[in-house]
């Protein structure tokens, strides 16, 4: 008996469901990747890079257990179909999915394996802690709202975590791809992670160690910087959130309550994109339109070239990291579809184009919710940027961390270039005054969304 375990957003051996189940009924099993073409257009060079990193990985993982990772490239169902052909496999396991691509895939599986004789075996609980749809309000299929989710979030409680397997047997002759590389792909950030699960299993020990018990304090820190930065590795599925959620309640105290808490967000929009697969796309709950188009101010703002310091600092990080720190993400965010008030989707893709833990429920939504278009309850919030950096780069270190041109100008002057007192201009190089006047932007909100 052979069964396949079609590997997607979980690229780990450990704590993954698909693997055990299939280890366990069939006598030999092959771990299938494929570079899926329906995809390949979602996957920018940042993902890429990442990627590549976390299948070597993987096929690292299973080649100490005596297997290997077979990779093909192609239409995944094609493939998958193909793969089953070649080894009379009887079952096919895959991670449940939440996107509508996802759901498509899973549909389509189903149907061309049926007629192979193969069964499809979708699992819950891999790709998130809580699967969409276990837990609802009455009446409805989602919640909408992230606090009553999130105490119902808390009393459902992940499965349990499943071991990583012994040994892995891979039927003889079946072929595969060589495994893509990172050095291969143009246009990465220099400063890009390591993708792969040993270094995601190497950075969760850590975080545990040393990062998660300040967390709940300093997660706003610009600076600091004392996030878990498990974002990517929650993407790719290098490491699994239901064993990062029981990894941290058993680390305990305050920082790790604030750190599932998070996982519960990821959650709580996973949950929300599965049950409206257009939110990925259409406005969530308020439809607002009239956004500017502002082409100039939009590649200002994606240059990190707005004169605001703090705004131009995360847009920077962004490019040359294809991460950036959630407080970051706020802010610039709340800069775009607010003061300048342009459609969220032309943020959402931007950040798409770069981000290496661009995901669609996480990153739209997101979106929507800065936007106000989404499920935030309090949808005309409209954060400042000089109040924010104040608040979560006092000293400034962020922006001279990312802004060269304003790297000598001391303390918190360095939000204001343009009033501090005793300044040399010249010194500051090219760096633009500010594209908006904060209250020119804020009057236009108002306006747009009849608030005056
Ligand atoms: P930590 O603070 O250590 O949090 C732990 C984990 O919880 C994260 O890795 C992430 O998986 C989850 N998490 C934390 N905050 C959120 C949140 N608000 N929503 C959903 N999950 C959360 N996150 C993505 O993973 N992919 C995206 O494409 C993405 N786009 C975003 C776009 C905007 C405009 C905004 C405001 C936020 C976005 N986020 C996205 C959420 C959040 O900013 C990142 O998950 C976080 O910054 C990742 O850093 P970390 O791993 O150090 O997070």
Same mark, same amino acid.
């Given at each position: ?37 329906? $995809? ?5 060079? @940042? ?10 990985? *993987? #096929? ?40 509508? =691509?996802?759901? !498509? ?43 009553? =989710? ?8 992940? %499965? ?18 060589? *495994? ?27 975080? /545990? ?5 300040? =967390? ?13 930065? /498990?974002? &990517? ?32 967000? !990821?959650?709580?929009?996973?949950? $929300?994109?599965?049950?409206? &697969? ?5 406005? +969530? ?6 956004? %500017? ?14 004169? =605001? ?16 720190? @959630? ?13 300048? +008030? ?37 949808? @005309?919030?409209?954060? @400042? ?6 608040? +979560? #780069?006092?000293?400034?270190? +962020? ?14 002057? $360095? ?18 005054? &500010? ?18």
């Amino acid at each position: 008996r052979v069964h396949v375990v079609l590997f997607t957003s979980d690229l780990r051996v450990h704590d993954h469901p698909p693997l055990r189940a299939a280890l366990t009924a069939a006598d030999a099993v092959v771990p299938l990747f494929v570079r899926d073409t329906g $995809v390949a257009g979602f996957l920018a060079a @940042n993902r890429e890079a990442f990627l590549a990193d976390c299948l070597r990985d *993987l #096929d690292a993982g299973l080649r100490e257990r005596g297997g290997r990772l077979v990779v093909r490239s192609g239409a995944v169902v094609d493939e998958v179909a193909k793969v089953v052909t070649e080894t009379d496999a009887c079952a096919v396991h895959v991670a449940g999915g939440v996107s509508a =691509y996802a759901h !498509r895939r899973e549909d389509r599986l189903r149907d061309t394996l049926r007629r192979l004789g193969c069964d499809l075996v979708a699992h819950d609980g891999v790709v998130t802690c809580v699967p969409p749809g276990a837990v609802t309000p009455d009446a409805r299929d989602h919640f909408a709202v992230f606090t009553p =989710y999130h105490r119902h979030w808390a009393r459902h409680g992940p %499965r349990a975590v499943v071991r990583a397997p012994r040994a892995v047997r891979v039927p003889d002759g079946v072929g595969g791809e060589v *495994l893509p590389e990172r050095a291969d792909v143009a246009g990465v950030s220099p400063g890009l992670a390591e993708g792969g699960e040993r270094a995601g299993r190497a950075l969760l020990t850590s975080w /545990l160690r040393s990062g998660i018990g300040a =967390y709940e304090d300093r997660h706003d820190d610009l600076a600091g910087d004392a996030t878990s930065r /498990l974002s &990517p590795h929650l993407h790719f599925g290098t490491i699994g959130p239901v064993e990062a959620a029981h990894r941290a309640r058993a680390a305990g105290g305050p920082g790790a309550e604030a750190f599932v808490r998070q996982l519960a967000w !990821r959650d709580f929009h996973h949950q $929300v994109l599965a049950a409206r &697969p257009d939110a990925a796309h259409a406005d +969530y709950r308020t439809q607002h339109d009239h956004w %500017r188009r502002a082409p100039r101010e939009v590649e200002a703002w994606q240059e990190g070239r707005t004169g =605001y310091p703090v705004v131009d600092a995360a847009m920077r990080q962004l490019r040359h990291e294809g991460w950036m720190h @959630n407080r970051g993400r706020l802010l610039t965010a709340s800069f775009l579809v607010k003061t300048l +008030y342009v459609d969220w989707r032309v943020g959402a893709r931007h950040f798409l184009s770069l981000l290496v833990d661009g995901d669609v429920a996480n990153n739209q939504l997101n979106w929507q919710w800065m936007a106000g278009t989404g499920t935030d309850s309090r949808p @005309n919030r409209v954060l @400042n940027p000089l109040t924010q950096a104040k608040r +979560y #780069d006092p000293d400034g270190a +962020y922006v001279r961390r990312w802004v060269p041109e304003l790297a000598d100008v001391e303390g918190s002057a $360095v939000h204001t270039p343009w009033k501090a007192a005793g300044l040399d201009r010249a010194a500051l190089g090219d760096y633009p005054d &500010p594209i908006v006047h904060l209250p020119d932007g804020l009057a236009r909100f108002k306006r747009a969304r009849n608030l005056d």
